[in-house]
């Protein structure tokens, strides 16, 4: 407390003292029998100051007036003396009356209007209102007439320094990319004061971090906050609480001061490749599934977020480059594995493929810490299916005289399983324009007829598969054949 009122006192007395030594120039001390007179200053002043240096005339030309300066949020048990009017032509025979009008006058500054004392009769804030204009005059006691032009001058009320610093848009948000270099400018903050800017270093702020080291700076007058740590990761935190204050009194012992939070959230940059979860994947597919469908997904994950995190992928090598193909699924992140072409259990059990996660956008300042790809491999296992029988035609031509005996041989037809268990095959026909299973094909006169055969497996579940063949016959006028099966 001693070291604060130190410091008022020394603001107070500094402007007084330059004051006090620039008037000279401008006012002189009054021969007998002139003009009236003011005298300025605050309580502490007028008691260092002889009657003399009190004293200050108006010249020829009219009054000479000092500012009065009344100290804010002063109170005692009498009034404050501000200042005294005064005039030679007083003889102090109580024939000279001393009015004041103006801001305040009578309500917040009351004179004497014998002795020209001028007292502050109310507690004054500067942060209300700054100074007051007034206007005095030295008028006759009896007759109320002017002796002198009346004259106008300024009360000022002097600041003390009675208000702490405050942060108005408090609390604070701001963001700066991770991996960001030492310095970098993160965002300003400011408080204000509503102390005298001019006077004193009662608004002089200085600011300081109170919490946040060592990862941010503050410059002291600006306020601006920096990085104080380079390549601060994302991934390792995100984000900071700052705590900032200003002090006032230009940071010396006995400011007052105010705090305020900032909070800085780091943003995300390209600084992380993609990585798959496992180096190898193994799928199995059955040999007659549709093409298209989906047969796995692979994912390489990636610490970043947003489009820092968007991979694509591809098949870079591998002996199925030809039969399957990988998409990027842009919600999920991941690649899924498609058939393209036919699979064939019996010709190749199984695919070998290697591929390759890359991020789609890379940011060339971080581009040592590549490369931003991963490669992974996937084993896909091909499944047998039951497959049906396969002729091994899909048509057959056979001919037959019409007049060939019953049960004749005209031709044969063959199928094959294509399985590797080679079941068992059975054989019959069907009637192409009924479907329904016949032992015999009777016509007559006509030269050619179609039928179906079909072939099954004699294990259950049946595998159903047909072949059509038609049967040329060479006509003997008016008899009938038949064809037998």
């Given at each position: 407390?001693?070291?604060?009122?130190?410091?008022?006192?020394?603001?107070?007395?500094?402007?007084?003292?330059?004051?006090?030594?620039?008037?000279?120039?401008?006012?002189?001390?009054?021969?007998?029998?002139?003009?009236?007179?003011?005298?300025?200053?605050?309580?502490?002043?007028?008691?260092?100051?002889?009657?003399?240096?009190?004293?200050?005339?108006?010249?020829?030309?009219g009054w000479v007036w000092n500012?009065?300066?009344?100290?804010?949020?002063?109170?005692?048990?009498?009034?404050?003396?501000?200042?005294?009017?005064?005039?030679?032509?007083?003889?102090?025979?109580?024939?000279?009356?001393?009015?004041?009008?103006?801001?305040?006058?009578?309500?917040?500054?009351?004179?004497?209007?014998?002795?020209?004392?001028?007292?502050?009769?109310?507690?004054?804030?500067?942060?209300?209102?700054?100074?007051?204009?007034?206007?005095?005059?030295?008028?006759?006691?009896?007759?109320?007439?002017?002796?002198?032009?009346?004259?106008?001058?300024?009360?000022?009320?002097?600041?003390?320094?009675?208000?702490?610093?405050?942060?108005?848009?408090?609390?604070?948000?701001?963001?700066?990319?991770?991996?960001?270099?030492?310095?970098?400018?993160?965002?300003?903050?400011?408080?204000?004061?509503?102390?005298?800017?001019?006077?004193?270093?009662?608004?002089?702020?200085?600011?300081?971090?109170?919490?946040?080291?060592?990862?941010?700076?503050?410059?002291?007058?600006?306020?601006?906050?920096?990085?104080?740590?380079?390549?601060?990761?994302?991934?390792?935190?995100?984000?900071?609480?700052?705590?900032?204050?200003?002090?006032?009194?230009?940071?010396?012992?006995?400011?007052?001061?105010?705090?305020?939070?900032?909070?800085?959230?780091?943003?995300?940059?390209?600084?992380?490749?993609?990585?798959?979860?496992?180096?190898?994947?193994?799928?199995?597919?059955?040999?007659?599934?549709?093409?298209?469908?989906?047969?796995?997904?692979?994912?390489?994950?990636?610490?970043?977020?947003?489009?820092?995190?968007?991979?694509?992928?591809?098949?870079?090598?591998?002996?199925?480059?030809?039969?399957?193909?990988?998409?990027?699924?842009?919600?999920?992140?991941?690649?899924?594995?498609?058939?393209?072409?036919?699979?064939?259990?019996?010709?190749?059990?199984?695919?070998t493929l290697k591929v390759e996660?890359?991020?789609?956008?890379?940011?060339?300042?971080?581009?040592?810490?590549?490369?931003?790809?991963?490669?992974?491999?996937?084993?896909?296992?091909?499944?047998?299916?039951?497959?049906?029988?396969?002729?091994?035609?899909?048509?057959?031509?056979?001919?037959?005289?019409?007049?060939?005996?019953?049960?004749?041989?005209?031709?044969?037809?063959?199928?094959?399983?294509?399985?590797?268990?080679?079941?068992?095959?059975?054989?019959?026909?069907?009637?192409?324009?009924?479907?329904?299973?016949?032992?015999?094909?009777?016509?007559?006169?006509?030269?050619?007829?179609?039928?179906?055969?079909?072939?099954?497996?004699?294990?259950?579940?049946?595998?159903?598969?047909?072949?059509?063949?038609?049967?040329?016959?060479?006509?003997?006028?008016?008899?009938?054949?038949?064809?037998?099966?």
């Open positions: 407390m001693p070291e604060r009122l130190s410091a008022m006192l020394l603001d107070l007395w500094t402007p007084l003292i330059i004051l006090w030594i620039t008037l000279p120039p401008c006012i002189y001390m009054a021969p007998m029998n002139q003009s009236p007179v003011l005298m300025s200053g605050s309580p502490l002043e007028l008691n260092r100051l002889s009657e003399e240096q009190r004293i200050l005339n108006r010249s020829k030309r500012q009065m300066f009344v100290l804010e949020e002063f109170s005692g048990p009498e009034p404050i003396l501000v200042g005294r009017l005064h005039t030679d032509l007083d003889p102090g025979s109580k024939k000279i009356k001393y009015i004041l009008s103006g801001d305040g006058a009578g309500t917040i500054f009351q004179i004497n209007d014998v002795t020209g004392d001028i007292h502050a009769i109310k507690r004054l804030d500067r942060e209300e209102k700054a100074e007051y204009t007034l206007t005095a005059q030295a008028v006759d006691w009896e007759t109320n007439k002017p002796l002198e032009p009346p004259s106008e001058f300024i009360i000022k009320v002097q600041d003390i320094n009675d208000n702490a610093p405050e942060f108005l848009n408090g609390p604070y948000h701001a963001t700066v990319p991770e991996m960001s270099i030492l310095g970098t400018s993160v965002t300003n903050v400011t408080a204000t004061d509503a102390d005298d800017p001019v006077y004193g270093n009662s608004a002089k702020l200085v600011y300081s971090i109170l919490e946040g080291q060592p990862y941010f700076s503050i410059e002291p007058e600006t306020a601006i906050i920096k990085t104080a740590l380079p390549n601060m990761d994302r991934e390792a935190k995100e984000e900071y609480l700052v705590v900032i204050q200003a002090k006032d009194m230009g940071g010396h012992s006995g400011g007052l001061s105010g705090t305020t939070t900032l909070t800085v959230t780091l943003t995300d940059v390209n600084d992380n490749p993609p990585k798959f979860a496992q180096s190898l994947y193994h799928f199995s597919v059955p040999e007659d599934v549709v093409l298209g469908t989906a047969i796995g997904r692979v994912k390489a994950n990636d610490q970043d977020i947003g489009e820092n995190a968007q991979s694509s992928y591809d098949i870079i090598d591998g002996d199925g480059t030809a039969l399957f193909e990988i998409t990027s699924d842009a919600q999920a992140q991941d690649g899924i594995i498609r058939l393209r072409k036919p699979l064939d259990f019996e010709t190749k059990k199984s695919y996660a890359a991020n789609v956008h890379i940011d060339p300042r971080f581009s040592s810490r590549g490369p931003f790809k991963d490669t992974a491999t996937v084993k896909i296992v091909v499944e047998d299916a039951d497959e049906p029988p396969v002729f091994s035609s899909p048509t057959y031509l056979l001919e037959v005289h019409e007049n060939a005996a019953l049960n004749s041989v005209i031709g044969q037809v063959t199928a094959r399983d294509p399985d590797i268990t080679s079941s068992p095959i059975r054989y019959f026909s069907f009637q192409r324009n009924t479907d329904k299973q016949t032992r015999t094909c009777n016509y007559k006169i006509w030269s050619t007829y179609t039928l179906c055969v079909c072939v099954l497996y004699t294990h259950v579940p049946i595998h159903l598969q047909r072949a059509a063949y038609n049967a040329q016959s060479q006509e003997y006028q008016d008899e009938e054949s038949y064809l037998a099966f």
